[in-house]
T-cell receptor
Framework: GAVVSQHPSRVICKSGTSVKIECRSL??????MFWYRQFPKQSLMLMATSNEGSKATYEQGVEKDKFLINHASLTLSTLTVTSAHPEDSSFYICSARGVKETQYFGPGTRLLVL | GESVGLHLPTLSVQEGDNSIINCAYS??????FIWYKQESGKGPQFIIDIRSNMDKRQGQRVTVLLNKTVKHLSLQIAATQPGDSAVYFCAENSGGYQKVTFGIGTKLQVIP
C-alpha cells in the first residue's frame, strides 16, 4: 500500500517561533497533497490543498500567510506554521493522492506551542 | 457541506458481535465515499471506499452501504475484535476528487 510519512512526529516550540512540518509520499508520486488540522476529540478539518508546482488553495478561515505551504516536488510538501501561538497547538496531518482518488494519510505531527 | 467539530459519539460493542457505524452526508453532488479508521495519536487509515453508482461494497470483514436517496452511509464490521477499537470517519469526495470532507466520526469501543 501507499506510504506517507511526516516529520517530525511531535514538536514543542516557544510562542513566536516558526515550525516546519514535512510530508513525503514514499512509494508513489503525489500530484496533490492535503493538510488537515485536528483538535482533540474532533474531526479532521481541511486547511489547504496543494498541487505540485503551484500555489496552495486554502480553505475559508485559514490564513495563508500564517500557514505557508510548499509543494516543491511530487513526493514532498511542507507546512510552515509561522509565529506560532498556543492556539496553534494541534495535530497536523497530511495526505497525498496519486493518480487514483484515494488519499493516503501520514501519521500526523503533534505541535505544542508554549 | 462542511463537517463541524463536535464531541464524538461512542458505540460500544461486545467482542464477536457485528458493528454498524452510520454516517449522514450533506452534499448531494458527492460521488465518492471513503471510510477511515483512526487510532489514537495516528493518522487515518483507509478501510474501504464506494462510488455513487454502487449501493454496496464488501471488503474483508467490512461492508459499506450507500443510500443516496437519504444521503446515508454505513460501515458494517463483522465479528468485531478488540483491534477494531478506534474512531471511524466517513468522508465524501467532492469538487472533482480534489478534496475530502470528513464527517464527525464515531468512536468504536470493543468490550472483551
Amino acid at each position: 500500500g501507499a506510504v506517507v510519512s511526516q516529520h517530525p512526529s511531535r514538536v514543542i516550540c516557544k510562542s513566536g517561533t516558526s515550525v516546519k512540518i514535512e510530508c513525503r509520499s514514499l512509494d508513489f508520486q503525489a500530484t496533490t497533497m492535503f493538510w488537515y488540522r485536528q483538535f482533540p476529540k474532533q474531526s479532521l478539518m481541511l486547511m489547504a490543498t496543494s498541487n505540485e508546482g503551484s500555489k496552495a488553495t486554502y480553505e475559508q478561515g485559514v490564513e495563508k500567510d500564517k500557514f505557508l505551504i510548499n509543494h516543491a516536488s511530487l513526493t514532498l510538501s511542507t507546512l510552515t506554521v509561522t509565529s506560532a501561538h498556543p492556539e496553534d497547538s494541534s495535530f497536523y496531518i497530511c495526505s497525498a493522492r496519486g493518480v487514483k482518488e484515494t488519499q493516503y494519510f501520514g501519521p500526523g505531527t503533534r505541535l505544542l506551542v508554549l | 457541506g462542511e463537517s463541524v467539530g463536535l464531541h464524538l459519539p461512542t458505540l460500544s460493542v461486545q467482542e464477536g458481535d457485528n458493528s454498524i457505524i452510520n454516517c449522514a452526508y450533506s452534499n448531494s453532488a458527492s460521488d465518492y465515499f471513503i471510510w477511515y479508521k483512526q487510532e489514537s495519536g495516528k493518522g487515518p487509515q483507509f478501510i474501504i471506499d464506494i462510488r455513487s453508482n454502487m449501493d454496496k461494497r464488501q471488503g474483508q470483514r467490512v461492508t459499506v452501504l450507500l443510500n443516496k436517496t437519504v444521503k446515508h452511509l454505513s460501515l458494517q464490521i463483522a465479528a468485531t475484535q478488540p483491534g477494531d477499537s478506534a474512531v471511524y470517519f466517513c468522508a465524501e469526495n467532492s469538487g472533482g476528487y480534489q478534496k475530502v470532507t470528513f464527517g464527525i466520526g464515531t468512536k468504536l469501543q470493543v468490550i472483551p
